[in-house]
């Protein structure tokens, strides 16, 4: 892991396209902007961790599964 100490308003490059800047430093955080083209996703690693855990709790399986609990799911036609 690189650690790179900037101060408010300095930045730094990530290859040519991508820039860091430190906007603002408190106590409880530190702001910062990115600029970097369309193409590239940019996401909060918090809240990707949160999606991947709902994905895999959303397809378990129960290991029996009885036809007589998925029938309220079939359309049934007379």
């Known amino acids: 892991m690189l650690v790179i100490m900037r101060k408010n308003g300095e930045s730094f490059l990530i290859g040519k396209d991508i820039e860091i800047q430190i906007l603002d430093v408190q106590p409880n955080g530190v702001k910062i902007g990115i600029s970097a083209p369309k193409e590239v ?38």
């Open 41 to 78: 996703r940019i996401l909060r690693k918090e809240l990707l961790s949160e999606v991947r855990n709902a994905n895999k709790e959303s397809v378990i399986i129960p290991a029996k599964i009885k036809l007589s609990d998925l029938e309220v799911f079939i359309d049934k036609k007379d």
